[in-house]
């Protein structure tokens, strides 16, 4: 089982917002990173740091944190976004890293 | 644009050593995380660890026994041994790059991937 719990699956209505947690004891001192991943796709940086952005990555999608739970949140979510989501941090030593267990969303 | 190739067997026999070589084009290894992280086939990722300025390396605890990672400067490459393996190492691996940024906050993430290579562990 992963130290970062994510749940299973999520769905959003096209256009809708849609928040995807992440919650963890490390959250409490460390940010996570955001990764999206398409079927037979390698995973793609979506969010990383406190609340950045790569480069191409739509402003629709955003990063925040509270206490133990780090948050994704798309924005007016378009069918593109329909995909595997895995939030990466410390695991509870605090001295290794962890993904979590994945939230698959789908866009209705 | 930094890209990211893995290269190695696609079939490894149980109790034997997976062997996987990445190799980096459009920039240097120097100054990066270069880690390594697999999926098994249906399941999520798991973090397998990383190398930082050629020795400093950090390991998933649970396969800390198994597994090493050395990279090459002088090939822009860098490697994963994972040994005794069994079906459950069965996944597709990909090599990855880490970043920890300059600052006060020290957060690692990884902003370029491979594509990704299937190894099965069969006999």
């Known amino acids: 089982s992963s130290e970062l719990t994510q749940d299973p699956a999520v769905s959003v209505a096209l256009g809708q917002t849609v928040s995807i947690t992440c919650q963890g004891d490390?959250?409490?001192?460390?940010?996570a990173s955001w990764y999206q991943q398409k079927p037979g796709q390698a995973p793609v940086l979506v969010i990383f740091?406190?609340?950045n952005r790569p480069s191409g990555i739509p402003d629709r999608y955003s990063g925040s944190s509270s206490g133990t739970t780090a948050s994704l949140t798309i924005t007016g979510a378009q069918a593109e976004d329909e995909a595997d989501y895995y939030c990466?941090?410390?695991?509870?030593?605090?001295?290794?890293?962890?993904f979590g267990s994945g939230t698959k969303v789908t866009v209705l | 644009q930094v890209q990211l190739q893995e290269s190695g067997p696609g079939l490894v026999k149980p109790s034997e050593t997976l062997s996987l070589t990445c190799t980096v084009s459009?920039?240097?290894?120097?100054?990066?995380?270069w880690s390594w992280i697999r999926q098994p086939p249906g399941k999520g990722l798991e973090w397998i660890g990383y190398?930082?300025?050629?020795?400093?390396?950090n390991f998933n605890p649970s396969l800390k026994s198994r597994v090493s990672i050395a990279e090459d400067t002088s090939k822009n490459q860098f490697y994963l041994n994972l040994s005794s393996v069994t079906a459950a190492d069965t996944a597709v691996y990909y090599c990855?790059?880490?970043?920890?940024?300059?600052?006060?906050?020290?957060?690692?993430?990884?902003?370029?991937w491979g594509k990704g290579t299937t190894v099965t562990v069969s006999s």
């Open positions: 990855a790059r880490g970043r920890v940024p300059v600052g006060p906050d020290y957060y690692y993430y990884i902003d370029v």
């Open positions: 459009g920039g240097s290894i120097s100054s990066y995380f």
């Open positions: 190398i930082y300025y050629s020795d400093i390396t």
């Open positions: 490390s959250l409490r001192n460390y940010y």
């Open positions: 740091g406190k609340h």
């Open positions: 990466n941090s410390r695991d509870s030593s605090g001295n290794h890293y962890v």
